[in-house]
C-alpha cells in the first residue's frame, strides 16, 4: 500500500489512524473538512524521504498547511490521546516533510508514553500524519454534542476563540463558552460569536454525533466562506443515558392570568390557587352537567390547571382544553368552544385532535343536544335558585371570617384548623360567585349583541353607558370614599401632614381618622397584587391610601359619572323590543353588580388566608422552624399543614426556604418569560427561546373604549404603583391594574390598560372618576414612551402618540 492515502482512501484506523478514518467518514457523510491526504506512520521508518509528497501538496494548493497526528489508538471511543502529540500549523510546502517527521516522533515522547501506560499500557509507536489544507480562521474552537461536566445529552457545549482555535484547545487562553439547548446562552458578554452562529455550531456538532451513532467532541473554525469541521471525536467522559422519546405537547400561556397573579409569585400563593383553581373547575363542569365519575376519572387535569415558570404563573393550556373538551355541546361546536379559553394563539392540531370526542354525527348528535339541553335547563335554574344560593353563601362567609378566632392567639394547630375549616366552608362550595360569574358572561355577551342588532352603535354605546357607573358596585366604592377623605383633608389643610407625618397626621382630626379607619375596616385587605398572600394590605402599610387622599385633595373634586335613565320609547317604539331590552339589561345589570360584589368577598376570603398563614409563620418562627414569620411564603400549602398535622416529609424548612429564596432571586433578575412557551417531554424546568420586543411605530392604535371623554396630556407608564408615582392630570398606561392602585387612579386624566375588558376594574373606577379609560390595548406599555404626549379618546377606544413632550 502506498506511503500517502488520499482522503477519499483513508478508512482504515489501521492504517491512517483514528482521526483520519474520522476526517474520511466526515467527507463521505456531507460534510467538508479542509482537504487532506494521510502519509502512514510505517514511512517514518527507514528515514528516507517520502515518495509522492510533492505531488500529494500539489493537489491540495499552495499551502500553508496544518500538520497533525492519527494515531491508531488516537480519537478512539476509550481514548482520545488529545493534546499528546504535537500539531504544527502554518507550514509551508518546503517544511512539510520535516513537520510530518517531528508529529510522527512526538509518538515517541514520554508524555505519551506516561500516557499510554495509565490508559492502556500498551507501547510507544510514532503516528500516521495528517497534511491538511490550513484554514485562515476569524474564529474556531471546539464543541461537544453532549455536556462532558454535567453529562447531559440534551445541550450542546461550544467554546470560541478569535483567530486559530490551537490556543484553546491547548490551554494558552480561555474560550468564550456557550451552552445550547432550545436557546443559545453565552457565559460571558459574546464577543466572537453570535447567537446564530453558536446555534450553527451546535448543529454542526449534533450532525456529526448521528454520522457516528455516538456523542461527538468537534473541532471546527470559520473563515471568509464559512464554518468548516477540522476533526471529531467520541466523547470519553461519563454520560448520562439518552432518554426515550417524549413528544408530549405542554403549552403554559400568561396572557389572562398575569392580570390576578402579576410578577414574581410565591411557593405559597402558587399552591394555593393550585388548590382553589382545582376545587372550583371541578365544581364549574359539574354546575354544566358533567357527571361526577367524568370529573373523577379527570381529576389529573383540575389539579394541574396552572403552571409555575421562573418564578410566574401560567395556564397551562393543554389542560384547560383538556377540561373545555368534557362540557355539553363540545362535539357540535369545538370551533366556537374554544374560543372560551380567551387566548390570542389558536391550540396546535395536534392537540385538538388528540383531545375529545369526535365531531358529532348521527345519533351522537342527538345524545349530545340532549346532553346540552339538560346542561341548559341545569342553568336556568341555577338562575332560579341563585338569590338563595348567594344567601346562603354570604351566609356561611360571615360565619367563616366573623367568627371571633382570634388569629394573634392561636396555636399552630388551631391555626391549621382554622385554615381548614376555610377550605371546606367557602373554597370547596365557591358556588354563588361560580354561577354568578357565568350567568354574567352570557347575560352580558347576549345582552350586549341584542343592543347592537336592534339600534346598531348607538346600542353598543347604550350597554356600555348602563352597565357600567353602578353606585351599588362595591368596586367603585373606594373611589367615591376617596374623593370625600380628600375634600376633608383639603378642608382642614392636611395636605402638609398627611404627605410627612402618615398617619400620625390624622391625630389632631378625628372625623379623618373615623373615615380612614372605617375605609382600612372595610378595604383593609385590598392592596396591590391582592390575589398574592405575599402581598402588604393597606392593614399592614396604609401609605398607598393616604397618598390617594393626598392625591384626591390636591386635585379638587371630580364629576362622577351620572347614569341618566335612557329614553326608552324613543329608543324601541316597539312596545315588546321595549320590555325585553329593559328586562334583560336589568337582569344583567344584577349579574355585573353581583359579579363585582361577590369578587370583594374573595379579597376577604385571600385576605382572612393571608392572616392565617401569618399566623402560621409567626409560630414556626417563634420555635425556632423559620427565622422570620414571613418566610412562610416560601413554603407549599403542603408543607405548611403538613408540618403542623403530621404529613410532611422534611423537618428543616429552614432549607427548604434558603432553597426557595435562592431560586427566586435568580429568577426575579432574570427578564419575564415569554408569553407563550411551547414544550416537549416533562414540564418541571421549560425552556424557551428569548424574543425581541417587536418595534411599533404607528401613531394611532384602538383598541375597547370603555369611558367616553378626550384628553390629551403626558402618559406615564407605571409598572409598579407602590414605587411610582403620577403627577395630578397626567395619563395613566399601565400593563393592568387591581383594587391597589387606587392612589395613581386618583390623580389620572385617562387610563390606557394592556388588559382588562368593560368589566374590569379600570373601567369601572375610570366611569366613576368620570375620565376617559381604554382598554385591552396589547403592548402599550412598550408602545408608549413614557413622558411623550398622548390623546385617549375612551369612547372610541383610539390612542394616538405625538412622539414629544408638552
Same mark, same amino acid.
Given at each position: ?541 396604609? %401609605?398607598?391610601? =393616604?397618598? &390617594?387622599?393626598? *392625591? ?5 373634586? /371630580?364629576?362622577?359619572? !351620572?347614569?341618566? +335613565? $335612557? ?82 416529609? %422534611?423537618?428543616? =424548612?429552614? &432549607?427548604?426556604? *434558603? ?5 427566586? /432571586?435568580?429568577?426575579? !433578575?432574570?427578564? +419575564? $418569560? ?82 382588562? %375588558? ?49
Amino acid at each position: 500500500m502506498p506511503f500517502i492515502v488520499p482522503q477519499d482512501q483513508a478508512q482504515r484506523v489501521e492504517d491512517v489512524g483514528g482521526k483520519a478514518a474520522a476526517l474520511s467518514h466526515l467527507a463521505q457523510n456531507g460534510f467538508a473538512p479542509p482537504a487532506f491526504f494521510v502519509i502512514r506512520a510505517d514511512a517514518f521508518n527507514t528515514g528516507a524521504p517520502l515518495i509522492g509528497l510533492s505531488d500529494a501538496l500539489a493537489q491540495l494548493g499552495a499551502g500553508p498547511f496544518a500538520v497533525r497526528s492519527s494515531a491508531r489508538q488516537e480519537d478512539g471511543a476509550a481514548h482520545s490521546h488529545a493534546g499528546q502529540f504535537d500539531t504544527l500549523l502554518n507550514v509551508p510546502s518546503e517544511d512539510v516533510e520535516a513537520a510530518a517527521r517531528r508529529v510522527w516522533k512526538s509518538g515517541f515522547s514520554d508524555t505519551v508514553a506516561t500516557y499510554r501506560a495509565l490508559k492502556s499500557q500498551a507501547g510507544a509507536e510514532g503516528p500516521a500524519v495528517i497534511v491538511q489544507r490550513m484554514i485562515a480562521a476569524r474564529a474556531a474552537g471546539v464543541a461537544f454534542s453532549a455536556d462532558p461536566v454535567s453529562g447531559r445529552r440534551d445541550r450542546v457545549v461550544v467554546s470560541a476563540i478569535a483567530g486559530l482555535g490551537e490556543r484553546l484547545v491547548s490551554g494558552e487562553e480561555d474560550g468564550e463558552d456557550w451552552t445550547i439547548g432550545p436557546s443559545a446562552i453565552c457565559a460571558t458578554e459574546p464577543a466572537v460569536l453570535n447567537e446564530a452562529q453558536a446555534h450553527q455550531i451546535a448543529a454542526l456538532a449534533r450532525r456529526a454525533e448521528e454520522v457516528f451513532g455516538a456523542p461527538q467532541d468537534i473541532e471546527w473554525a470559520i473563515d471568509d466562506s464559512g464554518l468548516h469541521i477540522l476533526q471529531s471525536r467520541p466523547i470519553t467522559t461519563p454520560l448520562l443515558p439518552l432518554p426515550n422519546d417524549d413528544n408530549t405537547l405542554t403549552i403554559f400561556d400568561n396572557s389572562n392570568i398575569v392580570e390576578s397573579y402579576p410578577g414574581m409569585v410565591s411557593p405559597l400563593t402558587y399552591s394555593f390557587a393550585v388548590h382553589v383553581y382545582a376545587r372550583v373547575y371541578r365544581a364549574f363542569v359539574a354546575l354544566l352537567g358533567v357527571p361526577a365519575s367524568t370529573i373523577a376519572a379527570h381529576s389529573a387535569v383540575f389539579g394541574n390547571m396552572l403552571g409555575r415558570v421562573d418564578g410566574r404563573v401560567y395556564y397551562n393550556l393543554v389542560n384547560w382544553y383538556r377540561a373545555l373538551a368534557l362540557l355539553p355541546g363540545f362535539s357540535l361546536n369545538r370551533a366556537y368552544m374554544e374560543t372560551m379559553m380567551g387566548v390570542d394563539t389558536p391550540m396546535p392540531r395536534d392537540v385538538t385532535d388528540s383531545i375529545g370526542p369526535p365531531p358529532a354525527t348521527g345519533s351522537a348528535r342527538i345524545v349530545e343536544y340532549l346532553r346540552l339541553t339538560r346542561a341548559g335547563m341545569g342553568l336556568v335554574w341555577q338562575a332560579i335558585l341563585l338569590p338563595r344560593t348567594r344567601r346562603r353563601f354570604y351566609a356561611r362567609l360571615n360565619t367563616a371570617l366573623d367568627s371571633g378566632f382570634d388569629v394573634s392567639r392561636a396555636g399552630p394547630t388551631a391555626l391549621a384548623a382554622e385554615y381548614r375549616k376555610i377550605e371546606s366552608t367557602l373554597l370547596d362550595r365557591w358556588d354563588a360567585p361560580l354561577v354568578n360569574d357565568f350567568l354574567c358572561m352570557i347575560a352580558f355577551g347576549a345582552s350586549r349583541n341584542l343592543l347592537e342588532k336592534w339600534l346598531g352603535p348607538e346600542g353598543l354605546t347604550l350597554h356600555n353607558d348602563v352597565m357600567i357607573g353602578q353606585g351599588d358596585i362595591i368596586s367603585a366604592e373606594p373611589a367615591q370614599r376617596i374623593l370625600k377623605m380628600g375634600q376633608i383633608a383639603k378642608a382642614a389643610g392636611l395636605d402638609a401632614a398627611l404627605k410627612v407625618d402618615g398617619m400620625a397626621g390624622l391625630d389632631a382630626h378625628p372625623e379623618l381618622r373615623r373615615e380612614v379607619e372605617s375605609y382600612l375596616e372595610k378595604f383593609g385587605d385590598r392592596c396591590t397584587e391582592e390575589l398574592k398572600l405575599e402581598s402588604l394590605t393597606l392593614r399592614d402599610d396604609p %401609605s398607598s391610601l =393616604l397618598a &390617594a387622599i393626598l *392625591a384626591s385633595a390636591q386635585r379638587g373634586a /371630580s364629576k362622577t359619572h !351620572n347614569v341618566q +335613565d $335612557p329614553d326608552w320609547p324613543a329608543l324601541f317604539p316597539n312596545p315588546f323590543k321595549r320590555a325585553v331590552a329593559k328586562a334583560i339589561i336589568s337582569w344583567t345589570k344584577s349579574r355585573v353588580r353581583d359579579r363585582e360584589n361577590l369578587r370583594f368577598e374573595r379579597t376577604r376570603v385571600f385576605g382572612y388566608a393571608r392572616r392565617v398563614f401569618l399566623g402560621l409563620g409567626r409560630e414556626f418562627a417563634a420555635r425556632g422552624l423559620l427565622d422570620a414569620p414571613r418566610d412562610v411564603f416560601c413554603l407549599t400549602t403542603s408543607e405548611i399543614l403538613g408540618a403542623v398535622e403530621g404529613y410532611g416529609l %422534611s423537618g428543616d =424548612l429552614k &432549607a427548604l426556604v *434558603a432553597l426557595r429564596k435562592a431560586e427566586d /432571586s435568580a429568577a426575579a !433578575n432574570r427578564p +419575564d $418569560p415569554p408569553e407563550r412557551i411551547e414544550l416537549r417531554g416533562p414540564a418541571i424546568a421549560p425552556v424557551w427561546a428569548e424574543t425581541p420586543d417587536a418595534q411599533d411605530d404607528a401613531t394611532r392604535r384602538s383598541a375597547t373604549g370603555c369611558s367616553a371623554g378626550r384628553v390629551t396630556a403626558v402618559a406615564r407608564v407605571i409598572r409598579d404603583p407602590r414605587t411610582q408615582s403620577l403627577a395630578a392630570g397626567e395619563i395613566l398606561v399601565a400593563r393592568h391594574t387591581d383594587p391597589g392602585w387606587i392612589a395613581v387612579f386618583s390623580n389620572a386624566s385617562a387610563i390606557v390598560v394592556e388588559r382588562g %375588558s368593560l368589566l374590569s376594574h379600570s373601567a369601572i373606577v375610570a366611569r366613576e372618576l368620570g375620565i376617559p379609560c381604554v382598554v385591552g390595548l396589547k403592548g402599550a406599555t412598550q408602545w408608549i414612551a413614557d413622558g411623550e404626549t398622548l390623546t385617549v379618546d375612551g369612547a372610541t377606544g383610539e390612542v394616538e402618540r405625538h412622539f414629544g413632550k408638552l
